[in-house]
């Protein structure tokens, strides 16, 4: 079984800023993925980062990079340089198995102009 | 190349009723999973089919059924509908070999 648990339920930060949207988690399995994803208002989920947990090295995409510490079981999503259309739901998830993805209740990222 | 779609895009249905959502996964991708998301929370995982078979099954009651077709394109059955099953039915494919999965655009069903 896994848990899953984003503790900020908004974040606001203004154009061209960093945020560091949260995520601790919690699992019995040895090899698992970590992943944040992306919902806009139009509800499709967009995936944003993913992390092997057998990899000691943060995964980086363009603007959006994680914060892994394994032995603390959190997955932090840093966004730099800020736009908006960063705007959305952002969930953080856990799984790879046959059990499907474990997904937090999501942070709501707003982008103040 | 498309990506995974869902049909139909909202459905309304009565209590009592059955419903059938249908997906079709990304060209390539031999695994589909569907997903309920109800208003304000995180998806929940139900199924998992790879190659035309269960693979995983989350905590769902037995009115949730799946199959997966031939083409692995699939369908998500849900009997006896509740008010409760009101949600977003998500559906993902994903690649043999890969953990990533990519969602549809998820069917909105409502039970009145």
């Known amino acids: 079984a896994q848990t899953v648990t984003q503790s900020q339920p908004e974040m606001s930060v203004q154009e061209a800023e960093t945020v560091t949207l949260s995520c601790t988690y919690d699992?019995?399995?040895?090899?698992?993925?970590l992943f944040w994803y992306k919902q806009p208002p139009s509800r499709q989920m967009i995936l944003v980062i993913r992390?092997?947990?057998?990899?000691?090295q943060n995964a980086t995409e363009n603007r959006f990079s994680v914060n892994f510490q394994k032995a603390a079981k959190s997955f932090s999503l840093k966004i730099s340089d800020s736009q908006l259309g960063d705007a959305a739901m952002y969930f953080c998830a856990c799984g790879g198995g046959a059990d499907g993805l474990t997904f937090g209740k999501g942070t709501h990222l707003i982008i103040q102009p | 190349d498309a990506g995974v779609t869902q049909s139909p895009t909202h459905l309304i249905k009565t209590r009592g009723q059955q419903v059938t959502l249908r997906c079709s996964p990304i060209s390539g991708h031999k695994s589909v999973s569907w997903y309920q998301q109800v208003l304000g929370q995180g998806p929940q995982f139900i199924f998992q089919?790879?190659?035309?078979?269960?693979?995983g099954r989350g905590n769902f009651p037995d009115r949730f059924s799946a199959r997966q077709f031939p083409n692995y394109s699939s369908e998500l059955n849900v009997n006896a509908l509740l008010l409760g099953d009101s949600a977003l039915y998500l559906c993902?494919?994903?690649?043999?070999?890969?953990?990533?999965?990519?969602f549809g655009p998820g069917t909105r069903l409502t039970v009145t």
């Open positions: 089919y790879y190659e035309k078979e269960e693979r």
């Open positions: 699992t019995s399995e040895s090899d698992y993925y």
């Open positions: 993902a494919s994903r690649h043999s070999g890969k953990n990533e999965q990519y």
């Open positions: 992390q092997e947990a057998y990899k000691q």
